[in-house]
């Protein structure tokens, strides 16, 4: 995809992210007891949002560009052996979603033969959308104003500031050692953050993310941005990240291999 | 202090707070390595961010509010055995602070012979402003809309979400075995939140914090914030929260209770 290409993708992504911002924002924080009364005993505002927010960016996705593939959280993969495939995680970070933090996120993002090239984050609450593409850099836009993305340079591992939205995500005991590794020769391990904490390494404030136990629609659509803000995002081994699992994102190559070797998976 | 009086120190507190928002915010995601070429290599903007904050609080306070005690995390107590007494932390959550996610908060509350009374938490990035007074509700102010805040009731211990910043803010043995001993018991814990996560409480989406280490500016600004919207706080014992330490804060006395006889001190 030529530099143009990849700009209207962007744009579009953009657009149709902020577009759906309103669908989820509207179950945001709603109260399970009051929503209960007009809607039944099992009426879930995350669910819903999920459905909704999916729902909206499926359909625009499939009008606006036909013959592309669509992966999705709820409703699956659609035509996903096409060149180009769209990416959609409606509400990342659920269980911020439900607790009112606004460190949740509408993930949109779109991959060429697997690799991910244009990514969307969407933070409707706060009123924040993190974007970047192959090539093109990285951007958070709050307000009316906008802020170029750049990973922080020059932190070796001893001084990294470590990101991870649960001690719990590392199922297996070997992920969960490897994971206190290099929590361990870190300067600072803050868990939460679900999708934001990658966001905040692309501006340059964390420095690592370090999970286990995601899908591909969790991180294909931020790898752009990290990637486009100078940062470098794979599995626990050095390959691609695209597939989710376990995820090791960095401000710097050097960081992320330092990172690689205490990790040791 | 009559209702008409505490109105008048509650208006007062939350306009303050709101005041100080754009002189914590001027230095939220700011560039170490920028701001060390024009000021030197020592140069820490959440340091810098909490003494001007302090400094204006307190300049504003003692202007406004003469013979009232003023006791501060950056400067300590000033006249602080005084009937009423203003409680500042100039930027509560300082590692969230430093990492760039928008969950610290300007806190500032008065007390009456040792006792909370009004409290505030201003957070600028977002635009939000929780306060409580006791006898006058609490509500949070978000852009241009104002939401009663109101605890969520008839939540038993299995099924409450509960909130801690880190899992190590447990020093002593004891308190951490405390700790998990409620978090088992618990539907979910998260980690994260800081001030944030009392508002969360208030607000109703979350039932539970148990958080230890506290200092008294860290928890007596929200606790009329908690107990307007109908929680409770305590310390680990059901004694006063309002000196830091050990709190437990829940959505509910019965709630409270149950959480009181599980961490079991």
Redesign the interface.
Known sequence: MNPDELQQHLDAAVALAEHAGPIASGYF?Q?L?VQDKSRGVHFDPVTVADREVERFLRAELQSRFPGYGVLGEEDGGENTEAERCWVIDPIDGT??F??????WGILLGLTERGTPRVGVMHQP??GETFSGASGLGARLRHGGTETTLAT?RDVALASA?L?CT??DVFILQDDRTAFERVAGACR?T????DC?AYC?LA????DLVVESSLQSYDIAPLIPIIEAAGGVVTDGRGGSAAQGGFVVAAGSPALHAEALATIAL
Chains 1, 2 share one sequence.
Do not use: K, N, S
């Open positions: 924080r109260r007891d269980r911020a439900i607790t009112g933090m606004p460190a609450y706060i922080r500031i990101y649960h001690p600072m803050r868990f939460g953050g934001y905040l501006l340059g404030q964390v």
